[in-house]
């Protein structure tokens, strides 16, 4: 008895902590909100995506996604204006243009290469004969 009383209280409470996610009557529209929110960080979780976020922030955002949908923004606007409010850390592919984009992803193949020549010219180094000794006279 005493169980069920606490999977009552349970059930009680977790009804009032869930926000309702309430979906935009529109499928296209709907299907471009969930695609954007799978591409925006959520502020207060480290690396998850607003869609699958529990967090109110995260609740919130997904409103404001849809909100900004319903209203007709496109998805580049909707990304401005969450990289303009949180910054750029809020979007999973930041921006790939300017010298800081380039160096972002073109950067670890840049050191993978640099290393791979370390790497060639300290094997070559190791395999390269070593000079005669002349034999010490007695």
Same mark, same amino acid.
């Given at each position: 008895?005493?169980? +069920?009383v606490v @999977?009552?209280i349970? +059930?009680?409470? #977790?009804?009032?902590?869930a926000a309702?996610?309430?979906?935009?009557? *529109?499928?296209?529209?709907?299907?471009r909100a969930?695609?954007?929110m799978?591409?925006? !960080?959520c502020? #207060?979780?480290? *690396?998850?995506?607003?869609?699958?976020? =529990? =967090?109110p922030?995260?609740?919130?955002?997904?409103?404001r996604?849809?909100v900004?949908?319903?209203?007709? #923004?496109?998805?580049?606007?909707?990304?401005?204006?969450?990289?303009?409010?949180?910054g750029?850390?809020?979007?999973?592919?930041?921006?790939?243009?300017?010298?800081a984009?380039?160096?972002?992803?073109?950067g670890?193949? +840049?050191?993978l290469l640099?290393? =791979? +020549?370390?790497? @060639?010219?300290i094997a !070559? #180094?190791?395999?390269?004969? =070593?000079?005669?000794?002349?034999?010490e006279?007695?």
């Open positions: 008895m005493k169980q +069920l @999977i009552l349970s +059930l009680v409470f #977790a009804g009032f902590a309702e996610d309430v979906a935009l009557e *529109n499928p296209q529209q709907e299907a969930q695609s954007l799978r591409e925006l !960080r502020v #207060a979780c480290e *690396n998850e995506p607003i869609s699958q976020s =529990a =967090a922030i995260a609740e919130d955002m997904r409103a996604v849809r900004m949908i319903e209203d007709g #923004a496109s998805d580049d606007e909707v990304r401005g204006w969450f990289e303009d409010r949180y750029e850390f809020v979007l999973f592919r930041p921006k790939t243009d300017g010298v984009g380039w160096l972002l992803w073109g670890p193949f +840049l050191l640099v290393g =791979a +020549l370390i790497g @060639i010219r !070559r #180094a190791r395999k390269a004969p =070593a000079e005669p000794v002349a034999p006279e007695v």
